[in-house]
C-alpha cells in the first residue's frame, strides 16, 4: 500500500517537474523570439532613419541642382533674347546706312534740280534765238552772230550733259505720258496712232528724272 502510493507520488512530481521544464523552456522561447524581433526592428528602424537621411540630402541636393537648372534655362533665354535684339540692331543699322547713303546719293544727283530748270529756260532762249534766223538774209555780222550764237549754244548743251541733264527730243517715237506732255492732237493715215510728229518744246531729265516733259503733238487714231 505504502509503495503505491509512493510510486504514485513520484509520478506526479515528474509530471510537474516535466511540466515546469516545459514552460521554463517556452518561455526562453518565447524570450529569445522577442529579443530577435526587437533586434530586426531596431535594425529596421535605424535602416529607415538611414535612407530618410539619404532622402534628404538627395532633395536638397535635386534642389539645387532644380535651382541652378532654372538659372541656367534664365540665361538661354536672356542670350536668345539679346542675340535677337543685336540682329535688329545691326539689320536696322545697315537699313539706315543704305537709307542715308541712298539720301546722300540723291542729294547729290538732284540736288541741283530747280537750278537746272533755270538753266533750261536760258537753253531755251537760245533756242529761239536760232529760231529767228531762219529763212532771213543775213549779212558777214548777222552771219557771224550766229555762228556765235549756235557755238555757245552747243557748248552749253555739251556742259548740261556732262552734269546729267539731257534732252528729250521725242519725234517719231511712242508718246510716253511719263515723259511727253500732249499739246494736241492730229490725225495723219501715214503714221500709227499715238507717235509723236511734232516737238513744240523739247523736255529735260536730269540724271532719269524727269524735270521737265516734253510739250508734243501727237498722231490722232482714225475713227
Known amino acids: 500500500m505504502l509503495s503505491a502510493t509512493q510510486n504514485s507520488f513520484k509520478n506526479s512530481l515528474a509530471k510537474t517537474v516535466s511540466i515546469v521544464q516545459k514552460q521554463s523552456s517556452n518561455s526562453q522561447v518565447r524570450y529569445f523570439a522577442a529579443s530577435r524581433f526587437a533586434l530586426q526592428t531596431e535594425k529596421k528602424t535605424e535602416e529607415a532613419k538611414s535612407e530618410a537621411t539619404e532622402t534628404e540630402e538627395k532633395t536638397a541636393e535635386q534642389i539645387q541642382l532644380d535651382e541652378f537648372q532654372a538659372k541656367l534655362d534664365k540665361s538661354a533665354a536672356d542670350l536668345k533674347k539679346f542675340k535677337d535684339l543685336y540682329i535688329r540692331s545691326v539689320a536696322d543699322f545697315r537699313n539706315l546706312q543704305e537709307t542715308t547713303k541712298k539720301d546722300v546719293t540723291r542729294a547729290k544727283?538732284?540736288?541741283?534740280?530747280?537750278?537746272?530748270?533755270?538753266?533750261?529756260?536760258?537753253?531755251?532762249?537760245?533756242?529761239?534765238?536760232?529760231?529767228?534766223?531762219?529763212?532771213?538774209?543775213?549779212?558777214?555780222?548777222?552771219?557771224?552772230?550766229?555762228?556765235?550764237?549756235?557755238?555757245?549754244?552747243?557748248?552749253?548743251?555739251?556742259?548740261?550733259?556732262?552734269?546729267?541733264?539731257?534732252?528729250?527730243?521725242?519725234?517719231?517715237?511712242?508718246?510716253?505720258?511719263?515723259?511727253?506732255?500732249?499739246?494736241?492732237?492730229?490725225?495723219?493715215?501715214?503714221?500709227?496712232?499715238?507717235?509723236?510728229f511734232h516737238v513744240q518744246q523739247p523736255g529735260y531729265t536730269l540724271n532719269g528724272r524727269v524735270i521737265r516733259p516734253a510739250k508734243v503733238g501727237v498722231v490722232k487714231a482714225s475713227e
Open 109 to 196: 544727283d538732284f540736288g541741283l534740280q530747280k537750278f537746272s530748270k533755270d538753266l533750261i529756260e536760258t537753253i531755251d532762249n537760245f533756242g529761239h534765238c536760232i529760231k529767228s534766223f531762219e529763212g532771213k538774209e543775213k549779212n558777214e555780222e548777222i552771219k557771224i552772230l550766229h555762228e556765235g550764237v549756235e557755238m555757245t549754244y552747243n557748248i552749253f548743251k555739251k556742259t548740261l550733259n556732262k552734269h546729267g541733264i539731257a534732252e528729250v527730243n521725242p519725234i517719231g517715237e511712242k508718246f510716253d505720258p511719263n515723259v511727253h506732255e500732249a499739246t494736241f492732237e492730229f490725225p495723219d493715215p501715214s503714221k500709227e496712232a499715238g507717235t509723236v
